[in-house]
C-alpha cells in the first residue's frame, strides 16, 4: 500500500502522508516528474525521499515509486474535498441531532463504489465520511478501504463508540486516517446519557476513547454544549486537556436540514454564542456533500436542488456551481434587509432557521440580546 500521495490540489499540487496533516507543497514540473516515475521502474527521487524525510520522518531513499507513490491524475472539475453520510442511522439518539429521521439506509456495495470513484474523478483529496454513526454501516470498513485505495485522506466523524473494536482499530491501523473527529456530549454518565438519549453512552464513549488514544489514532475532540451538559463544560475541556487532545466547543444548534426546530429547545441559552459575520464559502465551488443515497448538495445544509450522481453521474456536478450561486443569494425573508451586508449565517442556514420558525436572537441580527455571549 502506498506511503504517500501526489495529486493537484485546487491551483496547485501537494504531497500528503495518509495519518498526518503535514503536506508538502510541489511545482507543477515535480508532480509531472512524478507522474512519469509512479508508471515507470523507477525509484522515488531524491527531492522527494528528502522532503518525506524532513516533513514525516520517513524513509523511501530507493524505493520503488509505484508502490511508495499514489499519484493522483488530474481532474477536470476539481473539487478538493467532499462531505459522506454514508448512513444517517446512528446508536445515539441525540436531542440535538440536525438530520432528523436516521433510518438505516442507503446505496448497496457497488452503488458506493461508483460514488467513491466520483468523488477519486472530481478531484476529491480530502474526504469525510460522516453519518449518523458511520461506523455501524455494513461497508464502512469496505468503503473506507477502497476510498484509501484511491488516494484520499479520510476523516471519519464518529461518537466514538465503536473505536473500541478490533475491527476498527486493525483498519485504522492499516489505513491510518487523516482524522478521526469525535463528538462528546457530557463529562458524567448522567449528562451524557441523558443528552444521547441511551443507556450505556458513556461508558461506550469512554470504552472507544480509551482504545482509540492506546491506539494513538489522530483524535480531534468536538464538545457538544446543550442544556442537559452546560454545567460540565469546563469539566468537558479539562478531560479533553488530560487526554492531550485539541477540542473545539460547539454552542449553537441549527434546525434539521429540513427545518424542524427541535434541536433548538435543547441548547443552553447561557452559552448561546454570536457569530461571526459570514463572509462567503466555497460550497459547491470546492467541495460538496453527499448523503447515503448519492443525492449532491453543495454542503450538509444546503440541500435544496439535490443532483443524483446514481443518475447523473459525474458530469452532474457541473450543475453545482449555479446551483451555490442561487442559493447563497439573499432572498426569500431576508430580502431588502438593510442589514444583510453583515449576515451572521449564509442564506441556505438563515432558511433552515426560518422554516423552523426560529428566535431571531439565534440566526439573525434583529434579535441581538444584551445576555448572548460574544466570542
Not at 110 to 127: E, H, T, Y
Not at 140 to 157: C, D, N, P
Not at 247 to 274: A, D, I
Not at 328 to 356: D, F, H, I, N
Request: hydrophobic share 35%; with cysteine; net charge negative.
Amino acid at each position: 500500500m502506498h506511503s504517500l500521495i501526489v495529486s493537484p490540489f485546487l491551483d496547485g499540487y501537494l504531497a500528503v502522508r495518509p495519518g498526518s496533516t503535514t503536506c508538502v507543497r510541489l511545482p507543477a514540473e515535480l508532480y509531472e516528474e512524478m507522474r512519469q516515475r509512479a508508471q515507470s521502474d523507477d525509484t522515488v527521487p531524491e527531492w522527494l525521499a528528502s522532503a518525506a524525510s524532513e516533513a514525516w520522518h520517513l524513509d523511501v531513499h530507493d524505493r520503488a515509486a509505484e508502490s511508495t507513490v499514489l499519484v493522483r491524475e488530474p481532474a477536470e472539475l476539481g473539487f478538493a474535498r467532499a462531505s459522506w453520510e454514508i448512513n444517517l442511522y446512528c446508536n445515539f439518539g441525540c436531542k440535538h441531532c440536525y438530520l432528523g429521521e436516521r433510518p438505516l439506509a442507503g446505496l448497496g456495495w457497488d452503488d458506493k463504489v461508483k460514488l467513491i470513484d466520483i468523488f477519486r474523478d472530481s478531484g476529491v483529496l480530502w474526504l469525510q465520511i460522516t453519518g449518523g454513526e458511520p461506523t455501524v454501516d455494513p461497508d464502512f470498513e469496505g468503503s473506507y478501504r477502497y476510498a484509501y485505495r484511491q488516494g484520499m485522506m479520510l476523516t471519519v466523524s464518529t461518537n466514538a463508540s465503536r473505536l473500541w473494536k478490533p475491527e476498527i482499530l486493525r483498519l485504522f491501523r492499516d489505513l491510518p486516517p487523516y482524522r478521526v473527529v469525535v463528538s462528546m456530549y457530557g463529562a458524567s454518565e448522567e449528562s451524557f446519557d441523558e443528552l444521547t438519549q441511551r443507556r450505556g453512552a458513556w461508558k461506550a464513549f469512554q470504552k472507544g476513547m480509551a482504545a482509540a488514544r492506546n491506539a494513538d489514532l489522530p483524535l480531534r475532540v468536538n464538545i457538544v454544549v446543550t442544556e442537559d451538559n452546560a454545567h460540565e463544560v469546563d469539566a468537558m475541556a479539562a478531560l479533553v486537556q488530560s487526554w492531550g487532545l485539541d477540542h473545539h466547543v460547539y454552542t449553537n444548534m441549527q434546525p434539521t436540514f429540513s427545518g424542524e426546530g427541535n434541536p433548538l429547545l435543547v441548547q443552553s441559552t447561557e452559552f448561546l454564542r454570536k457569530r461571526p459575520v459570514f463572509e462567503g464559502c466555497n460550497a459547491g465551488i470546492t467541495f460538496y456533500h453527499a448523503d447515503p443515497h448519492g443525492l449532491v448538495s453543495i454542503c450538509k445544509v444546503g440541500r435544496d436542488d439535490q443532483i443524483n450522481l446514481m443518475d447523473e453521474g459525474i458530469d452532474g456536478l457541473r450543475r453545482l456551481g449555479a446551483i451555490s450561486d442561487r442559493l447563497m443569494l439573499r432572498t426569500g425573508g431576508c430580502s431588502g434587509c438593510s442589514l444583510s451586508g453583515t449576515c451572521r449565517v449564509c442564506r441556505p442556514l438563515a432558511k433552515v432557521y426560518q422554516e423552523a420558525k426560529a428566535p431571531l436572537k439565534n440566526y439573525c441580527q434583529h434579535g441581538d440580546k444584551k445576555e448572548m455571549v460574544h466570542s
